[in-house]
């Protein structure tokens, strides 16, 4: 079966005083092809180990995941990742950083060029091949690590708070970019935020996850990262539909926060 | 003491002569010139070039002043030169008094001139004129008593000098000089020394650099200068290079490796806080003087410098990147050469920067423990004989090159790892 399942999967960190957290519980997902999901949910509720879960960085406590019929044992290039910021290579130029999987795969140098070049010109950096990473904007950076990861050709990819570091404004130029990306390559794609305006405009499918243990609370079908496809993605914010489940999210996140900051004074 | 009072004043002046002057010049206008706030901005704060440059200039200026140096044209007042003239008073055994003149001619041994003695009248009574010759910045013992009539006697003694009273133990000044009655009734006259330095002290600039030029050309000791400092420098280069090329590869062992980090943690832990210095005794019994004791000494003390940088650098690297290179499809070994190594160059030039520097502070230390050649051997040398000026010549060579090897790595630093810092 093509796609991505997420089976009964738990994590529990042993601390060394002997205590545990109970990080993820149960949590189970299965995720087609093609689809772009969003993760939300208050601070240290395990939306970044559920990621490295998925991406293998972790083996989880219990329960698996399988993606294209292969249980994930560790991390591989058919699960790329883009990560929040200084993730990128500085002792390597932009080409040199976006053409990493392409050599690791053994492509000849001239397909990889070709490869970067047009890469680069879908993320909106055409001829900033010999640039040096460190002399790039945090926007431009992000622009890179996502031309990196689309580099290696990856079934899925896997974003931890990806435009977590950025401005409004470069975020919401980044926000359509992802959205491009997305109908263009077919990717399907996890993306973890902690902004509920944009886990509601960029998931066809949105996970609001609760903490302690970390588990998924509710989730989304939302039509906006499809019609954000066909139109300009400020009115897409402007629809009333849109705003209605921001604000009903929103709500679910601050009550869970006050719930939280209520078990700490009482503590 | 006169000296740092001087060079504070000059310091102050200079402060102030610069602020008067820039703010004549109509100032421009950039971005920390608009700041309100700079007292606590360190970015606000660059170094004022005439600042630098006048005080190199006056460290070269108050050198050549207190040593006479004929490169400027004041000084201040060197010692006393030329004649000096007292007259003294003395009383013979019958109670009788009689006046007779001294006449002491102070000479600078430096001219290589010694003067001819002065011929002068013996005068009349029983105190027979005296004539003496004391060496610029020394004093003397002159004993005017030696050729008087009944000078010989046990109580024929001194009284007075220029009419003033002077009694054993007891001291009185003249014009140019002081003058000491020892216990047993001699008199000790020391001439005025002035400010300047003796040249056996501190030779003026130019001696310094006259020295240059003949050891440039004559060598010292059998071997040339070129020598000296090049051997220096081989050892350096050599330790330094040993060191790094074992340290290295431990550091990432010890960075990489739990095994290899328990292994060698107490002994780098152990060693690191050793001054290389206080290993010179102990590789000079098991080495010996030559060049391999050196050598294992400088690769000692790079070995843990560099190992201890190598170790930051590896567990410096951010994990996003190692995930990052993961999720890219890259092995273990590809990581290590393609992320690991790369991401620890800082951390190792900045290693390999201190380890330069305590490198070459313990090869002339080594040297002038024992050497045949080498930079620190030609000053310890030099000093035994008394040749101040190859000693300060040595000193500013060694500062220099050590300098210029800081700015070599600095310069190399920001070829190969320019985005340090970013
Ligand atoms: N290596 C670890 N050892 C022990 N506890 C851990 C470890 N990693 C995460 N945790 C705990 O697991 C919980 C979930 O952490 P996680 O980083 O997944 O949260 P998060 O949802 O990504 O938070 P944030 O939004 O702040 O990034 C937290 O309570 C955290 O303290
Ligand atoms: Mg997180």
Redesign the interface.
């Known amino acids: 079966m093509k796609g991505l399942s997420i089976e009964n999967v738990s994590m529990r960190f042993d601390l060394h005083n002997g205590n545990s957290i109970q990080a993820l519980k149960d949590v189970s997902l299965e995720i087609e092809e093609g689809q772009i999901i969003t993760v939300l949910g208050p601070s240290g509720c395990g939306k970044t180990t559920l990621l490295n879960i998925v ?1 293998g ?1 972790l083996a989880p406590t219990e329960g698996r995941v399988v993606l294209n019929d292969q249980i994930v044992l ?4 058919e ?3 883009v ?2 910021q ?7 130029n932009v080409r040199s950083n976006v053409a ?2 392409p050599r ?2 053994g492509m000849p140098k001239d397909e990889q060029n070709e490869k970067v070049k047009h890469l680069l010109e879908v993320v909106g950096l055409a001829d900033f091949e010999d640039k ?3 002399e790039l904007s945090g926007g431009m950076q992000q622009r890179v690590a996502l031309a ?2 689309l580099a ?1 050709d ?1 079934d899925v990819i896997l974003m931890d708070e990806p435009l977590g570091a950025l401005d409004a404004l470069t975020r919401e130029k980044m926000q359509g970019l992802v959205i491009k990306l997305w109908k263009e390559t077919g990717k399907t794609i996890l993306l973890i935020t902690h902004s509920v305006e944009e886990a509601v405009l960029l998931g066809e499918r949105l996970l609001v996850l609760a903490p302690r243990p970390g588990r998924i609370h509710k989730e989304y079908t939302l039509p906006f990262a499809e019609m954000g496809s066909s139109m300009d993605l400020r009115d897409v914010k402007k629809l009333k539909d849109y705003t209605e489940t921001r604000d009903e999210i929103l709500s679910i996140i601050w009550e869970m926060e006050e719930e939280i900051m209520g078990r700490v004074e009482e503590n | 003491m006169t000296i740092l009072i001087i060079y504070i004043l000059i310091f102050i002046a200079a402060f102030y002569a610069v602020k008067v002057v820039s703010s004549m010049r109509t100032s421009r206008k950039d971005y920390t010139s608009l700041k309100t706030v700079t007292f606590g901005d360190e970015s606000a704060v660059s170094p004022n070039r005439a600042a630098s440059i006048i005080s190199v200039f006056s460290i070269f200026l108050i050198w050549a002043a207190f040593t006479g140096s004929k490169l400027i044209p004041f000084h201040v007042p060197g010692p006393f030169i030329g004649e000096l003239g007292f007259s003294y008073t003395a009383m013979n055994s019958l109670g009788e008094t009689d006046d007779a003149e001294v006449t002491i001619t102070i000479y600078d041994v430096q001219t290589g001139e010694i003067p001819d003695k002065l011929d002068i009248e013996p005068g009349t009574g029983f105190a027979i004129n005296d004539t003496y010759q004391i060496v610029a910045w020394r004093s003397a013992l002159v004993k005017v008593k030696r050729n008087d009539v009944g000078g010989k006697d046990s109580d024929y003694k001194v009284i007075a000098i220029n009419d003033q009273e002077i009694s054993p133990n007891n001291e009185l000044f003249i014009d140019d000089a002081r003058i000491y009655m020892t216990a047993k009734g001699t008199l000790s006259v020391t001439p005025s020394k002035g400010w300047q330095m003796q040249p056996v002290w501190l030779p003026a600039p130019e001696t310094v650099w006259s020295r240059l030029i003949k050891v440039s050309s004559e060598g010292y000791k059998n071997f040339s200068l070129f020598e000296h400092l090049g051997w220096s420098l081989l050892r350096v280069v050599v330790g330094f290079t040993a060191g790094a090329l074992i340290g290295i590869p431990l550091g990432y062992a010890m960075g990489l490796s739990g095994w290899f980090r328990g292994w060698f943690d107490p002994i780098v832990e152990f060693m690191r806080p050793v001054p290389p210095l206080a290993l010179i005794p102990l590789v000079i019994i098991w080495f010996g003087i030559g060049e391999q004791g050196k050598i294992i000494l400088l690769f000692l003390a790079s070995l843990w410098i560099m190992t201890i940088s190598a170790r930051a650098g590896v567990s410096g690297v ?1 994990i ?2 190692i ?9 273990k070994w ?1 990581i290590m050469r ?2 690991i190594v ?2 620890s ?1 800082p951390e190792i030039f900045t290693g390999a920067r201190v380890s330069m520097g305590v490198c070459w502070g313990t090869v002339v230390a080594a040297e002038l423990v024992a050497a045949q050649k080498g930079a620190g051997m030609m000053i310890i040398n030099a000093s035994k004989f008394q040749m101040t000026d190859l000693v300060i010549m040595g000193i500013v060579l060694i500062g220099v090159i050590g300098y210029a090897i800081d700015i070599l790595m600095r310069i190399s630093e920001n070829y190969l ?3 340090k810092g ?1």
């Open positions: 991406a960085f560790g991390p591989g290039p699960r790329g990742m990560f929040q200084g993730a990128l290579f500085e002792w390597m990493f999987g690791m795969k040096a990473v460190y990196r990861c290696n990856p | 951010k996003a990147k995930h990052a290179a993961y999720s890219l499809g890259a092995s590809q393609l992320v790369p991401n160059l790892v320019p985005w970013k």
